[in-house]
């Protein structure tokens, strides 16, 4: 078992460009969250996917958006990035109808200059 | 606003001490509750969970922690410090749900003195 698998793992983008980040989730789950850790803070909800729709929402702009594919992996996609969104991005998987806790993936470091 | 409040963002002890590293959950409503380990570089690894068994949890590597409704704490306790054990460390709650949002506190860094 893979657990939850993360791409790329550090990836240097310059202010106003976009970004995609890439999330497969851990066999059997369905359901996929994002979370963004700035450095020295506990991570923050963005949101989370099941069934190929965005189904909870966290306190962030429209610049960050989502996307999950039917075999349940999933983006997340930053637009016109801020140095303020340098931070680690986290993948969780969990699965919604065994009601299982979330598995993280190792994460993506976005450095924005 | 629900909230989770981890005292201490430091803490440091002696190998082979006691580990307390404490979490407080602002909510009326009965919480999932979960401590997750986060080394240097790396994603969060669960250590233990509450979700409304047996009050006192145990987890891996010897940690252990117990929900007290009346306090509304879930402390996480480990009898003997390891050096392995030095990490940062996360208290998170989620409400309806373990497969929920996350709300994190924001984090204690163990330190273990040899």
Sequence with gaps: ?113 | AQSVTQLGSHVSVSEGALVLLRCNYSSSVPPYLFWYVQYPNQGLQLLLKYTSAATLVKGINGFEAEFKKSETSFHLTKPSAHMSDAAEYFCAVSYGGATNKLIFGTGTLLAVQP
Excluded at chain 1, 41 to 51: K, L
Excluded at chain 1, 75 to 97: F, I, K, M, P, T
């Design chain 1, 1 to 113: 078992d893979a657990g939850v698998t993360q791409s790329p793992t550090h990836l240097i983008k310059t202010r106003g460009q976009q970004v995609t980040l890439r999330c497969s989730p851990k066999s059997g789950h369905d359901t996929v969250s994002w979370y963004q850790q700035a450095l020295g803070q506990g991570p923050q909800f963005i949101f989370q996917y099941y069934e190929e729709e965005e189904r909870q929402r966290g306190n962030f702009p429209d610049r960050f958006s989502g996307h999950q594919f039917p075999n349940y992996s999933s983006e997340l996609n930053v637009n016109a990035l801020l140095l303020g969104d340098s931070a680690l991005y986290l993948c969780a998987s969990s699965h919604r109808q065994v009601n299982t806790e979330a598995f993280f993936g190792q994460g993506t470091r976005l450095t924005v200059v």
